[in-house]
């Protein structure tokens, strides 16, 4: 794939940068509220941190990927479809966190690339189910050490044990998640 920056890429700008920018949240209070209640909790909200934290790893691994000529959704692709061979489209979309239009594309290219194959699902053929290529399978044992070492590194000053209990926890998160109803149109 193309090494020049795309739109799903993310913004240049530091994360560490944009938090500290931030007010403190003292400031806010002694501000008698007038940025309103989202500016207020903002630092101590879990997916605030959630987003910085992917947000600065995602353009640490971006930079380190383009040497290889792949992109964050590539990797994220390659990734989803190790962990779960002959996964749909729409369950790597789901599995990967790339927006479908933009999975169509990048699948395209990573098939064009020699690193996925498709085929259709045999039960239904309107299902299009995904495998990687010995390529992608190189690939993706190419990847591994530059994530895993950039995942040590972040995770190199928490306390032992708070990594897993951190996994834990979110898995939780994104199952109740997957149990909250959308609220009724109005």
Request: glycine share 8%; charged share 25%; net charge neutral.
């Amino acid at each position: 794939m193309s090494t020049e920056q795309t739109n799903d890429q993310p913004p240049v700008t530091e994360a560490a940068t944009a938090i500290e920018s931030l007010p403190l949240l003292e400031e806010l209070a002694a501000g008698g509220g007038r940025l309103g209640v989202p500016a207020e909790v903002a630092h101590s909200h879990l997916f605030f941190w959630i987003t910085q934290v992917a947000g600065r790893r995602d353009r640490l691994l971006a930079q380190e990927f383009r040497a290889f000529g792949v992109r964050v959704a590539e990797w994220r692709v390659l990734l989803s479809v190790a962990v779960r061979p002959g996964i749909s489209l729409k369950e790597t979309a789901e599995h990967a966190m790339v927006d479908p239009t933009t999975l169509s594309r990048t699948v395209d290219g990573m098939t064009r690339s020699g690193w996925l194959t498709r085929s259709a699902d045999p039960a239904d053929l309107r299902i299009t189910r995904l495998e990687l290529t010995d390529a992608g399978r190189g690939l993706l044992e190419r990847l591994w050490p530059v994530t895993d070492r950039i995942n040590q590194q972040a995770c190199a000053g928490l306390p032992d044990g708070a990594a897993q209990l951190m996994c834990r926890g979110l898995r939780e998160v994104m199952r109740d998640l997957g149990q909250v109803a959308p609220s009724p149109r109005r």
